[in-house]
């Protein structure tokens, strides 16, 4: 038996490796101010402090240790009527998203992204449920995946 979401000759398409690195940066910032969150148990003079500096940092490292994981579980396929959208491991989620439904398709790049020439797609639809980010895409992919989408989804809302 075949799982829908897993169609017969179509590959999920994925995000940009660089999104790992990126990911990692932001993994490493978040470490940093835990581990700096620790430091007045130190000025109070707790004999545990140390501990809970390991604890932060042993947290942030077996979260780091999943995210090639992750980004590796983040995809999406272009289907006849709509963009389905998948990631997650432990918890996954899976998204159908209409052509015709879409209301906005917005690329974010942040300085980070910018530098790592990285973009985060962004859809929009009458239903708030449905918002999704596909983060992590290569700039040119990005744009090409909009151009595509705005012309899918002005096709599919005119025979509406």
Do not use: C
């Not at 990126?22 to 402090?49: D, K, M, N, Q, R």
């Not at 390991?54 to 999943?66: E, K, S």
């Not at 449905?130 to 809302?157: F, K, M, N, Y």
């Amino acid at each position: 038996m075949t799982n829908r979401l897993d169609l017969p000759g179509i590959t999920w398409r994925r995000v940009s490796q660089k999104y790992v690195v990126s990911e990692f940066i932001g993994l490493f910032g978040t470490t940093v101010i835990l581990a700096g969150a620790t430091a007045p148990l130190y000025l109070l003079g707790w004999h545990l402090a140390p501990f809970a500096t390991a604890a932060a940092v042993g947290f942030m490292l077996l979260f780091a240790a999943f995210t090639p994981r992750r980004v590796r579980a983040i995809g999406y396929q272009l289907r006849e009527d709509d963009l389905v959208f998948r990631r997650g491991i432990l918890y996954q989620r899976f998204v159908a998203v209409p052509y015709g439904r879409m209301q906005l398709i917005d690329i974010n790049r942040g300085p980070l992204s910018r530098a790592l020439g990285l973009s985060d797609l962004r859809f929009v639809t009458a239903a708030a449920t449905t918002a999704l980010t596909i983060p992590g895409l290569a700039q040119a992919d990005a744009d090409d995946l909009r151009d595509r989408l705005v012309e899918l989804a002005e096709s599919r809302r005119a025979g509406l």
